[in-house]
């Protein structure tokens, strides 16, 4: 005989957020939260393609710029060196990017899309921008891009601090 499981109960209900903690009151923790949404739904639309955020990010910087050195992807991923090496590493295995050594120092590598690359790179935009519309489809478009020079503002400013 199946075992049945209890109706739901205070004790074994899903855990859900009071409204009136200090942590509804806290951006980080309401970013997080967002971030954890917006990012879930990017990995399913992701996975597909065997790939992951961190490594979509690394395909969209290196179109913005062919032959950069992997430790200038390291610093615009806010990830160390050897974590851009396991990244490049997959995407070369996919076929999507390749590295190539500069002349002038024979320790350093550019890194480049390959034509794989650049046209599984046009689908991903797309699917990425729905996904992003998908994750915030409870905002209005004048919400969304308030929203984004918010955040844009709070970053940003920490650049412009240390930089």
Do not use: W
């Not at 205070?10 to 970013?31: K, V």
């Not at 992701?46 to 690394?58: K, M």
């Not at 190539?100 to 480049?112: A, E, H, L, N, W």
């Amino acid at each position: 005989m199946a075992k049945k499981n209890p109706p739901p109960t205070e004790a074994n209900s899903p855990a859900t957020e009071p409204n009136d903690t200090l942590l509804s009151q806290l951006i980080g923790y309401a970013l997080r939260r967002a971030q954890l949404k917006v990012a879930q739904n990017l990995v399913e639309q992701l996975n597909p393609f065997d790939l992951r955020p961190a490594q979509f990010s690394a395909l969209l910087i290196i179109e913005a710029s062919p032959g950069l050195m992997q430790t200038d992807l390291a610093g615009i991923l806010a990830i160390e060196p050897p974590q851009v090496v396991t990244l490049l590493n997959k995407l070369e295995k996919l076929g999507l990017a390749v590295r190539v050594r500069c002349k002038p120092d024979k320790r350093s590598y550019g890194i480049f899309l390959s034509k794989a690359g650049e046209t599984l790179l046009k689908q991903l935009k797309e699917i990425a921008a729905a996904s992003d519309r998908d994750a915030t489809a409870a905002l209005s478009d004048g919400e969304r891009q308030q929203l984004l020079q918010l955040l844009h503002k709070i970053y940003r400013r920490d650049d412009q601090a240390t930089g």
